[in-house]
């Protein structure tokens, strides 16, 4: 079961050029039903941004959870938990914290990153070990990935096909992810029809850009750039996450009137 994608892919979302205002703000919440090939519910994820203070800096402290519900639960339980910390300024991320548990898959690490020294420390909790590593410059966690490329998309001048690669640390390893920009459509969402932007991830392998997973993502086309779907197609069916509930929004959010 691909239910790690639950947090981790809707956190992938990117742009192109720096927009003229931020997209989010304190108190942003978002969640979303995640059902398998389109009907059966899977489970649930959130979203949310909360002012905080670490080590005397102002951050944002962004808070990320997936879980499988009913039937699938039994069958697969998933319960992952992700938070960073990132800059106001310039939405590079401090601190990560992952702790997940996939069908008995655990992992519990938290990152801490030096953005002057291009160095992030790893505290292992499960193995109880700590590790360093060399990293690229404006380095990012897939968390601060998300809302740093928020920040960046300018929707204006986006066209079919442009791409844009940022650094990114997972795992202990270093990688180069990429999004291309597919088009534009209408998206129906359990509010109404929405004008949205289409990107498709890519990660490195290698010297080559691979397609991950097939995953297509869509965003709002307005101010907020917030994610409405998320389809990954599987082996065998689809995985996919739909926004629904919202709160705190930092813009208006329109909705098609038929």
């Known amino acids: 079961m691909k239910n790690k994608y639950l947090v981790l892919l809707m956190l992938l979302v990117s ?3 720096y927009a003229q205002e931020a997209a989010f703000q304190d108190g942003e919440w978002f969640r979303f039903r995640i059902s398998y090939s389109g009907w059966w519910k899977a489970g649930e994820a959130t979203l949310s941004v909360t002012n905080e203070t670490l080590k005397g800096k102002p951050v944002y402290h962004v808070k990320g959870k997936g879980v499988t519900t009913g039937m699938t639960k039994l069958f697969f339980g998933v319960e992952d938990y992700y938070e960073t910390y990132i800059d106001k300024k310039t939405t590079l991320p401090y601190r990560f914290i992952r702790k997940i548990d996939e069908g008995g898959h655990t992992k519990d690490k938290i990152i801490d990153f030096n953005q002057q020294s291009n160095v992030a ?3 292992d909790k499960k193995h109880n070990e ?8 404006n380095i990012h966690d897939m ?6 490329l928020r920040n960046s998309i ?21 990688f180069k992810f990429k999004l291309k920009f597919l088009g534009r459509e209408e998206v129906k969402t359990k509010f109404g029809k929405v004008k949205a932007l289409i ?3 890519y990660v490195q392998a290698g010297r080559v850009f691979k397609e991950k997973e097939s995953l297509t993502v869509w965003i709002s086309d307005d101010q907020n750039k917030i994610p409405l779907q998320i389809k990954a197609d599987l ?6 996450a739909d926004i629904d509930a919202y709160k705190g929004l930092k813009h208006p959010f329109y909705i098609i009137q038929d």
């Open 235 to 240: 082996a065998v069916g689809s995985l996919k």
């Open 121 to 123: 420390t790893v505290n």
């Open 15 to 17: 742009g192109l050029t």
């Open 130 to 137: 700590v590790k360093t590593f060399q990293t690229e410059p």
């Open 154 to 174: 300018d929707s204006e001048n986006l066209k079919d096909g442009d791409e844009t690669v940022i650094n990114m640390f997972f795992d202990q390893e270093n």
């Open 199 to 201: 990107f498709r991830p």
């Open 143 to 148: 968390v601060s990935a998300f809302y740093y």
